[in-house]
């Protein structure tokens, strides 16, 4: 049973580029939830997805971060126009059930922008 | 004052030794809580759930204290192997929200 994947696992960007980062449950799982650790920080709740739906994206920056989780595909986090402190490493998590449930990570996406 | 505090240590401890982490939580409204435990530049993998009685898991104990609003994660005989940084979960009541300590970074020392 594979368990969450993710890709790329490390992505360099210049200023002002768009970044795309790609997450796959594991299987079974239809909740994903996005964070993201910035460096010697705790990790940081962005948005939480079903399929199809956006369900909260309090977390997100209101500009240049997006995110969905189409009917088929993996989810995608989208950062548009990245700035330096976009830098970090994004991780995504998938649980089989919402409320209060263990959740599964997947090995994260390290983003440098330079 | 932050939703979840840890000591960040490090803490270093001799191969065979007990050791034990708190975590404090602001929000008493908190249903659930975890330890994770993140090795440098990985990703956190799920230690144990915490629950109200307490469990034990091999080494491991977690402890739940609601009054107090903290939770503890116990080592017993620490391996090289345990060396990582803990992290301390908690989930308000009815929500899908993790809310994550800084963490607690362990060195066992051979």
């Known amino acids: 049973n594979a368990g969450v994947m993710q890709n790329p696992r490390h992505l360099v960007r210049r200023r002002g580029q768009e970044a795309r980062l790609r997450c796959s449950p594991m299987?079974?799982?239809?909740?994903v939830y996005w964070y993201r650790q910035l460096p010697e920080e705790g990790l940081k709740f962005m948005v939480y997805?079903?399929?199809?739906?956006?369900?909260?994206e309090s977390g997100m920056p209101k500009e240049r971060f997006s995110a969905e989780f189409p009917k088929e595909g993996p989810s995608i986090l989208r950062i548009q126009q990245v700035v330096r402190g976009d830098s970090a490493a994004y991780f995504c998590?998938?649980?089989?059930?919402?409320?209060?449930?263990?959740?599964?990570f997947g090995p994260g996406t390290r983003l440098t922008v330079t | 004052r932050k939703e979840v505090e840890q000591d960040p240590g490090p803490f270093n401890v001799p191969e065979g030794a007990t050791v034990a982490f708190n975590c404090t939580y602001s929000?008493?409204?908190?249903?659930?809580f975890f330890w994770y435990r993140q090795d440098c530049r990985k990703e956190p993998k799920l230690l144990m759930s915490?629950?109200?009685s307490g469990n034990e898991d091999g080494r491991f104990t977690a402890q739940l204290n609601r009054a107090s609003q903290y939770i503890s994660l116990l080592i017993r005989d620490s391996k090289l192997s345990d060396s990582a940084t803990y992290l301390c979960?908690?989930?308000?009541?009815?929500?899908?929200?993790?809310?994550f300590g800084t963490g607690t970074r362990l060195k066992v020392l051979a």
């Open positions: 998590a998938s649980s089989p059930y919402r409320d209060n449930y263990e959740q599964y």
């Open positions: 299987k079974g799982h239809s909740h």
């Open positions: 997805l079903q399929k199809e739906n956006i369900i909260d």
């Open positions: 929000n008493s409204a908190s249903q659930s």
């Open positions: 915490v629950y109200s």
């Open positions: 979960v908690v989930s308000p009541t009815g929500t899908y929200k993790y809310i």
